[in-house]
């Protein structure tokens, strides 16, 4: 039997980080199948808002917990020393991060089916930026298009300017709270 190092003991690598996410997402989806009446179209836009959120929730855990919180910027630290090394979630981290996507907005929502679809997209989101970050590290050549762009702004990240580009699937939050790549950088 393979002996395990500490690092793998409590974590996870891509893209078997995957499954949890994806089956709390399926049955949120069975859940609100179950709905007794129509209100899709809501569900989709609540979905879509919830995508966004992420993207605002990704940037700020990025920049203040992985790049500021003792033991989450230590293990980051080891992703930004050897990003071409599998990527290793803390399993803690993951279920924390799901059960803060999926709770607040279940609770905060009085209403199910709106907080089901902010949570759906809570969660795709969070699946996207999983998916799109290994995409940055194991094949940032034959990429294009819009994940070519966020490859260059990822690699500066990594080297040059480890204090910008903190966002994966979109800038628009490094642009918003000036964390954008320095002009002088960009190619």
Known sequence: MKRLDRQQVGTTVYPHALPLPVAAGAALLALSAMRPHGGWLLLLACAMAGLALWTLLEYLLHRFVLHGIGPFRRWHEQHHAQPDAPMRTPLLFSGLLLLGLVAPPMLMIGDRWLATGLTLGLLAGHVAQEITHHA???????????????????????????????????DLWDRAFGTATPPGLQR
């Not at 034959?142 to 580009?165: E, M, V, Y």
């Open 136 to 170: 940055l590290h194991s094949r940032p050549d034959a990429l294009g298009g819009w994940l070519t762009r966020r490859a260059r702004q990822h690699q500066i990240h990594h080297g040059q300017c480890p204090s910008s580009s903190y966002g994966t699937l979109t």
